[in-house]
């Protein structure tokens, strides 16, 4: 079975640009996550979906950061403008359903650098 | 919000000797999970322990339970250079219109040869 798949890997920008990261998830599974992860903490979760729904978006700073799950499957997470302290890992995860006794499946993250 | 801490933050020991890592929490949980991050693999599930269950086992792992102290072990038995990463409890919690996973900062776990 294929994992999550992220793109890109690794990326550097300068603050004040702007920056878009994809996310596909396992097949079939109907809740995807994306986490900010800063260096020597845990993962933070930013926004939840429920297929195409948004479901948590608590955490997620609207004012810079947007996302969209289009047809219920892949995802992409934007920031713009990016500020110094958004340097972080980014990881998305999905599961088969939701909550908290769902088993959640992490991509490799893409590590973002803001100079 | 942070709902569990791991204590210790950073742990090094003999390969083969016994790794205990504690996870606190704050508010009532249905269920705690356990997550192991490393350079190779990233983030990757371990064990789920529900509230009405005290102890649980998977292969040289072992995790505990207390919900009456809010507190939660993962004990790695005989441990392997390979077992070097950081571990993450994570507890459930309720957001904006649904259950989330919450997580903690983490114990940097390393196995000496």
């Avoid at chain 1, 930013?46 to 978006?57: A, K, R, S």
């Avoid at chain 1, 799950?69 to 990881?91: H, M, W």
């Amino acid at each position: 079975e294929a994992g999550v798949a992220q793109s890109p890997r690794y990326k550097i920008i300068e603050k004040r640009q702007s920056v878009a990261f994809w996310c596909n998830p396992i097949s079939g599974h109907a809740t995807l996550y994306w986490y900010q992860q800063i260096l020597g903490q845990g993962p933070k979760l930013l926004i939840q979906f429920q297929n195409n729904g948004v479901v948590d978006d608590s955490q997620l700073p609207k004012d810079r950061f947007s996302a969209e799950r289009l047809k219920g499957v892949d995802s992409t997470l934007k920031i713009q403008p990016a500020k110094l302290e958004d340097s972080a890992v980014y990881l998305c995860a999905s599961s088969l359903d939701a909550g908290g006794f769902a088993e959640q499946y992490f991509g490799p993250g893409t590590r973002l650098t803001v100079t | 919000s942070q709902q569990g801490e791991e204590d210790p933050q950073a742990l090094s020991i003999q390969e083969g000797e016994n790794a205990t890592m504690n996870c606190s929490y704050k508010t009532s949980i249905n269920n705690l999970q356990w997550y192991r991050q490393n350079s190779g693999r990233g983030l990757v599930h371990l064990i789920l322990i529900r509230s009405n269950e005290r102890e649980k086992h998977s292969g040289r792992l072992r995790v505990t339970l207390d919900t009456s102290k809010k507190s939660s072990s993962l004990l790695i038995t005989a441990s392997r250079a390979a077992d070097t990463a950081s571990y993450f409890c994570a507890t459930d919690a309720w957001g904006q219109g649904a259950q989330k996973l919450v997580f903690g900062q983490g114990t940097r776990l390393t196995i000496n040869p």
